[in-house]
């Protein structure tokens, strides 16, 4: 069955606030496709001078399973590898509000379609996640496709390189704040994929679920980063991030 707007999404889910469409409807405005101005990179390109480095591409030392393992990811020529089925992977350094660089590349070699195409996810403070997955020429529902805040809010364009070519996310997040058990100030996301704004200072409604609305629950103001083994072999390197701190809290 070829996928069109009729058979990518939900139905019989429910309607997100604020808007008119069910969670993963089908029916949503697909984002623009724009092609990337600037070149493919060969060779990532070397992080700032106070950057805090989570991955250089040597090894996965700071990196542990969701249980607190060893990550059991492939390490080669300078990229990590989903290896499938041994799960998603955590860094051990938690933190919160930050500048985050992330650069990924799904499978040159295309196989399956919609959310079975390259996914995988990064995930802020382990609950947030800005979808990855291989939107070349791959339909799928708008609030899944190429960063988006899945489950909520598309991204304002398609700006995917070819399968297999390196991606590069930048983020700038501010997380949520909590007073006990209230919610005193949701969480803000701005990304780019490739040097164009997919979210600008973004509300989320709460971290990531499938089929479902999203609550906010209290945690703390750092977390681990978190990249999703969603069963495909995606690739991620020179991951690093800044920390932030917001004006109100000096
Ligand atoms: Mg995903």
Known sequence: MTPDASNIGYDDTPILPGTNYHVHDGNRPQPPVVTPGEPCCEEPVAPPSDAIVLFDGSDLSGWVDKEGGPAAWKVENGYMEVVPKTGSIQTREHFGDCQLHVEWAAP???????????NSGVFLMGLYEVQVLDCYDNLTYPD??????????????N?????????????????????????VRPAFVTVLLN???????????GPTHHRVLSEYEP?????PLELQDHGDLVRFRNIWYRPLTADDEG
């Open 195 to 205: 040097g164009i704004v997919l979210h600008h200072h973004r509300e989320l409604m």
């Open 159 to 183: 700006a995917c390189r070819k399968p297999g070519e390196w991606q590069v996310y930048d983020i700038i997040w501010e997380g949520p704040r909590f007073d006990g058990d209230n919610l």
């Open 108 to 118: 040159a070699e295309v196989k399956g379609e919609s959310q079975g195409r390259g």
């Open 144 to 157: 899944g496709t190429t960063g988006a805040l899945y489950g909520q809010w598309p991204p304002l364009a």
């Open 219 to 223: 945690h703390p103001e750092v977390g």
